[in-house]
């Protein structure tokens, strides 16, 4: 990973840690889900879910900016239209994500991708502790949508915490999806990340246009999964 890369993995997650507590998650008793856990009756086409920080969350951007949307509209020219479900949160570790993905996973999943860790990187915490949550994450989902394909997106830690740091840092994503029996997708910003006209004024979250082209990324590595999910919707095994 680059410096300017890693320069911008610290302040994206500086950024994030900033937008909304952590401990945002689950609605309080008797409060409405959000509008896009809604579950969708009669819905004939695979149910993506993303559970992730602000990046997938879209912070600064309209909702039908953020990647998930984009990936919605990649799908449908590709042919394989399919539901997309925003969960993303704002400031979230590992830790948080772990908190809430019960609450997520309450509604169905066709695909499920997860994408945490960065916050985790910037306030050093203990890669065994992102590694112990990340494997808990992926057994939970195994547990409460046993049908679903699930996806770790990569994640880079800055290097101001050393190499080893960020080299063990990196080095959690492939052994947990290894371990999860989940697909591993490309680092989120590749191709984004310290790209001045592709962020926000914060130089840290992508603008619309970064929107797209991270959505181009994950839409490269979801796709497989997707047809696989409609493959076996459509072969009844759900």
């Not at 680059?2 to 994206?12: I, N, Q, Y």
């Not at 879209?58 to 953020?66: I, K, N, V």
């Not at 046993?146 to 959690?172: C, I, K, S, W």
């Amino acid at each position: 990973m680059s410096v300017a890369l890693a320069g911008t993995v610290a302040a994206c997650t500086r950024a994030s840690s900033a937008d909304t507590p952590e401990s945002a998650g689950p609605p309080a008793a008797g409060a409405e889900a959000p509008a896009s856990a809604t579950p969708v009756v009669g819905a004939a086409r695979p149910r993506v879910v993303f559970i992730g920080t602000s990046l997938t969350a879209g912070l600064g951007l309209d909702p039908d900016s953020a990647y998930p949307a984009v990936v919605g509209r990649l799908a449908a020219a590709a042919g394989t239209p399919v539901d997309v479900v925003n969960a993303g949160v704002s400031g979230e570790t590992s830790a948080g994500a772990l908190r809430r993905v019960d609450w997520v996973l309450r509604e169905p999943a066709d695909v499920v991708v997860i994408e945490t860790g960065a916050n985790d990187g910037l306030r050093g915490q203990s890669v065994g502790s992102l590694r112990a949550n990340l494997d808990a994450i992926l057994a939970r989902v195994r547990r409460d949508r046993p049908a679903a394909r699930v996806a770790l997106v990569q994640m880079e830690a800055p290097r101001n915490f050393g190499a080893g740091y960020t080299d063990r840092f990196h080095a959690v994503f492939p052994a947990a999806a290894r371990t999860g029996g989940a697909t591993l997708f490309p680092f989120l910003l590749d191709g984004v990340a310290g790209v001045p006209r592709l962020n926000q004024a914060d130089g840290v979250h992508p603008t619309a246009e970064g929107a797209q082209r991270v959505g181009a990324t994950v839409w490269k590595a979801l796709r497989p999964l997707v047809a696989d999910a409609e493959r076996a919707r459509l072969a009844g095994r759900g």
